[in-house]
């Protein structure tokens, strides 16, 4: 690997780290920042969820952009605008200002991935793409489970306003660092669909006000009803949209590949889950059992020193004998960690209520991750990898952001032990469906020629 190269690998990596990192460290600030802005649970929500709402709608039409203005350009304009926003939600002076602040957040985080992956793959071909796509993924991975642990930290020591403003020290080192990227970056004329991504973001929206909100004013009231229906039927015109256009955000023409269309589904069950899991243990843990910020998020830190430890062997595993088995038990084994978990009261025994179950999920999801980026990354042609990853994680994303609007409709409107023991149920279901799919979707060493 070259100097530029391996300044490209470090330039992604951290640009898309800052982005996803945002989305996991503020679930263990939830409970300090209702406390100190009021709103319980529907402002918890929210504040995850407006994030996610701009970051899974824009995400991929982001890509378009890249191509229009180059892709550093969007990349410096991305990593300039989520600094800018993460410094207004340091300072916001109420739950509205903040949840406003997060989903501006969003739109910034979302030019930040594809232009990052834009990147590597204009800069690696064959092998060393794939090789550098996934070690692009292992990180930005991490970061969906390393967030609590650093946000306990910040809200315990400082506050939790420094979860948001701490994202300008990497922020700047990258800024500094794509001084000396020399790759050649012209622009291209390409379509971006606006319409789309229009059409994506407010369906997204007013779905998920719906599900949020339903606490509220109950499904018969019209201020539900209205938007939930809208929100449907905005969705369901996104998707004939992007069938009909030219350029499309979303390329539907990607599902017609077998693993491509079922590792999809399967990362929309697994993510779902995953969300609802990491949102409800540490505000439990907080709310509900009476731990620190940095006790809850050191609740989940073995499944970041397993996923470490066996993520690369597994994923070795994997390209040798495929992905279908490890994408099938992964998710069956981290579920049974779930369920593992029920044991744990209103007053919880870490080492033997919560730890065996985390232990467990931790091997579960170092089984799935590895093979399911390669079944879906692998299925497609090299020349739609950009694409290809940035729909998957905008899946991802958006599996997330439904799961945790739809969390209420399952635990209630305030998170008890016996709703606390619904959503680890709730979780074990989703990673299980997940599993299913897989086994009976996936298809070892499938190759489109597309």
Not at 54 to 71: C, K, P
Not at 238 to 264: C, Q, T
Not at 339 to 347: E, Q
Not at 425 to 442: K, M, N, Q, V, Y
Request: net charge positive.
């Amino acid at each position: 690997m070259t100097k530029q190269q391996r300044l490209v690998i470090i330039v992604s990596i951290l640009a898309s780290f800052v982005s996803f990192l945002d989305g996991s460290v503020v679930n263990v600030a939830l409970p300090a920042i209702a406390k100190e802005l009021g709103g319980g649970l529907v402002t918890q929500q929210w504040v995850v969820d407006a994030y996610l709402i701009t970051l899974g709608a824009l995400i991929m039409v982001a890509g378009s952009l890249s191509d229009l203005f180059g892709r550093k350009r969007i990349l410096r304009a991305g990593l300039i605008g989520f600094g800018i926003t993460s410094i207004l939600c340091a300072v916001a002076p109420s739950s509205a200002f903040l949840i406003l602040s997060r989903g501006l957040q969003g739109v910034f985080g979302a030019l930040l991935v594809p232009s990052s992956l834009a990147l590597i793959i204009s800069t690696f071909s064959g092998k060393e793409q794939g090789k550098a796509i996934g070690t692009w993924t292992a990180w930005t991975g991490m970061a969906f489970i390393f967030g609590p642990l650093l946000g306990g930290f910040f809200v315990d020591t400082l506050s939790w306003r420094w979860i948001f403003a701490i994202n300008v020290v990497p922020i700047v080192v990258t800024l500094w660092l794509m001084r000396w990227l020399s790759q050649a970056d012209p622009a291209k004329k390409v379509g971006v669909d606006v319409l789309g991504a229009g059409l994506c973001a407010v369906g997204l929206g007013s779905t998920v006000y719906a599900l949020i909100e339903q606490s509220h004013y109950g499904w018969s009231s019209p201020q539900i009803l209205v938007p939930l229906v809208v929100g449907l039927l905005l969705l369901a015109a996104f998707i004939w949209h992007e069938s009909k256009d030219p350029e499309p955000m979303l390329p539907l023409s990607l599902f017609k590949v077998r693993n491509f269309a079922y590792g999809n589904l399967a990362t929309l069950a697994i993510y779902g889950g995953l969300s609802v899991a990491m949102f409800l243990v540490v505000v439990f843990v907080q709310q509900v059992a009476g731990y620190s910020a940095i006790q809850a998020g050191l609740t989940l830190m073995p499944v970041t020193l397993i996923m470490f430890f066996l993520s690369s062997r597994f994923g070795a595993l994997s390209s040798t004998y495929g992905p279908r088995l490890f994408m099938t038990l992964g998710p069956i084994i981290g579920a049974a960690g779930f369920l593992l978990m029920l044991r744990a009261g209103a007053h919880v025994h870490y080492w033997t209520e919560l730890f065996p179950g985390v232990v467990v999920f931790g091997l579960g999801l170092s089984i799935t991750v590895a093979p399911l980026t390669s079944a879906i990354l692998g299925s497609i042609d090299s020349s739609h990898a950009g694409i290809g990853s940035a729909v998957n994680n905008a899946v991802a994303r958006i599996a997330g952001l439904i799961a945790i609007a739809g969390v209420g409709l399952v635990i209630g409107s305030t998170l008890t032990t016996a709703g606390f023991h619904n959503g680890l149920i709730a979780t074990a279901a989703l990673l299980a469906a997940g599993g299913i799919i897989s086994g009976f979707g996936i298809r070892n060493n499938q190759l489109t020629e597309n």
